[in-house]
């Protein structure tokens, strides 16, 4: 263990010790008690929750039992203590037996919980205790209320102290729109003035000079969005000002959502995986959001678009060390679509950081993309809980083209310079007339060097049948809706098998096209098509 690890489990451990402490339980415990005024529309809050469309029954759960339960463990007890579950509770349901079991919660869990108070657990928690208020609140005595009053505000003081120590910006955001909710709802000036001004400060820090998430995170663009749509929403509801600064966000982001809101297409780009976003697109609709986007670039991905294909790749240069725990190593990584259909993909993201795949997912293997000597482009070390970059890259010489039956893009980057001597150049070209992508990866040596081996891998989702020609030069690719040919001037062509990440935290097995060989001391140009069988 290092000094600098010493010191922070030291302080780890002291805070641990205070939070549990009278002191720090009577300095949360000062509050100025107030009856619910605003209650949120349940619609709003649908793009935050999924809806069964089969409502339990509050009666057919175990309300004596329900927090005795010592077999529930890891993400079910969570849940279970988020109270998210009250979404899915019938409005018909006895009030009584809801609010019996939060009155017993409340007695378990009076003072801080190491686990129950966590930050993302209690934020859930109070949006969902004051969105569901019908059942959570109203025809109650005024004992209960008492009690729910008292308990939404203190763990509210409690989030308020805690919220800025989190190295989370997606708890800091989740917990800043609690504070918010609780803010209106009980029309506490202080509550919605702190929740406002930390949501201002969120904007400030975690976006770039285009609006678009410095983790260069597709799939946190789309957290982003619905919590931001969210809070104007309520605002809006609730006859309060919306600040300026919401609107400006929400228009700059609503711009890079757009470019990736078709529910068929999932980009498995920086720690996305399959998303279905066809609610909260009906969502936006709802509530009048429309969002227009005619550039070729958004967030460092080129995206190309025809009526029938799109081309995406990643020519964006790798985060801040602070932002990259989602971070993936796959630079000049491509997807392409053909009608809705993947032909190539990358091979999408582990989330579970505490799980080995999530590091595999993260190498430049697991992309459609050139590895030199079995090292990824980028590297990664454990930074508490994350891994997050040690080395990350740049990107040079950019050039996209879109004409109507020609599309270009092309980059290079400089992941393999400093350890290898090697630059990776990629250029994608796309005749649409033909159904043809022609590509070259250029590998540009600086310095002389003994040759290393090389691999280009195109990921193929599950399902996809490939088929090596019996002269080992041609691989026919089947998907779902069309037939496609393979080939390259490169000598070793073959089929792997690999995994895929696609869907959150779940892995399959899938296949990819490799090719493989030996560097030189100068640029090496390999070639690669694919093209549509008439």
Not at 344 to 352: A, H, R
Not at 359 to 370: D, E, F, P
Not at 396 to 409: A, C, G, M, P, R
Not at 429 to 443: P, Q
Request: a positive charge; aromatic letters at 12%; one cysteine or more.
């Amino acid at each position: 263990m290092t000094i600098n690890e010493f010191f922070y489990s030291s302080k780890n451990q002291i805070r641990k010790l205070y939070l549990k402490s009278n002191l720090y339980n009577n300095k949360i415990s000062k509050i100025e008690i107030k009856n619910i005024s605003y209650r949120p529309s349940l619609s709003i809050l649908s793009c935050l929750v999924k809806y069964d469309k089969k409502k339990i029954k509050i009666e057919e759960l175990n309300k004596e039992n329900i927090w005795e339960n010592e077999l529930l463990s890891g993400n079910n007890l969570k849940k279970l203590n988020n109270f998210y579950w009250l979404f899915s509770i019938d409005l018909k349901s006895s009030t009584n037996i809801t609010q019996s079991i939060i009155e017993k919660w409340i007695e378990k869990n009076e003072n801080y919980n190491a686990f129950t108070w966590q930050l993302d657990i209690l934020s859930k928690r109070i949006i969902s205790w004051i969105s569901n208020s019908k059942l959570t609140y109203d025809k109650s005595d005024e004992k209960y209320k008492k009690k729910f009053n008292f308990s939404i505000n203190k763990q509210i003081n409690h989030l308020i102290n805690e919220i800025n120590k989190s190295q989370s910006v997606d708890d800091k955001l989740l917990g800043c729109t609690a504070i918010i909710i609780t803010g209106l709802s009980y029309e506490n000036e202080k509550f919605l003035n702190y929740g406002l001004e930390l949501l201002r400060k969120i904007i400030i820090n975690s976006f770039d000079e285009e609006y678009f998430p410095k983790t260069r995170s597709i799939r946190q663009l789309n957290f982003y969005l619905k919590y931001f749509v969210l809070v104007r929403e309520l605002l809006k509801e609730s006859f309060n000002n919306i600040p300026e600064y919401l609107d400006e966000i929400i228009f700059y982001l609503g711009k890079s959502y757009v470019i990736f809101s078709k529910p068929e297409q999932s980009f498995l780009f920086n720690g996305n995986h399959q998303n279905d976003r066809k609610e909260f697109n009906k969502y936006l609709s709802l509530y009048k959001y429309k969002f227009e986007n005619l550039n070729n670039e958004v967030g460092g991905y080129a995206i190309l678009k025809n009526k029938n294909c799109i081309l995406a790749m990643d020519v964006g240069n790798s985060p801040q060390k602070r932002f990259s725990h989602n971070y993936q190593s796959g630079a000049l990584s491509f997807e392409f679509f053909y009608k809705d259909k993947k032909l190539v993909s990358n091979s999408g993201y582990f989330q579970d950081y505490k799980n080995k795949l999530n590091l595999i997912s993260k190498s430049t293997a697991a992309h459609s993309t050139l590895i030199i000597d079995n090292h990824s482009s980028c590297s990664f070390r454990n930074s508490r809980s994350y891994k997050t970059l040690e080395n990350g890259l740049k990107i040079s010489d950019k050039n996209i083209v879109n004409e109507k039956n020609y599309w270009l893009i092309k980059a290079c980057h400089n992941g393999y310079l400093k350890k290898l001597g090697i630059l990776h150049e990629r250029s994608l070209e796309y005749f649409s007339e033909k159904n043809k992508l022609i590509g070259t990866d250029k590998i540009i040596s600086k310095n002389k060097s003994e040759s290393k081996k090389y691999d280009i891998r195109f990921h193929m989702e599950p399902g996809v049948k490939l088929t090596k020609t019996l002269d080992n030069k041609t691989i026919l690719i089947e998907i779902e809706n069309s037939g496609w040919r393979f080939s390259s001037n490169c000598e070793n062509i073959n089929i792997e098998s690999g995994i895929y990440f696609g869907n959150k935290n779940l892995s399959s097995e899938n296949q990819n096209i490799c090719l493989s060989g030996k560097t030189k001391d100068i640029s090496l140009d390999i070639k690669w098509v694919f093209e549509k069988i008439q």
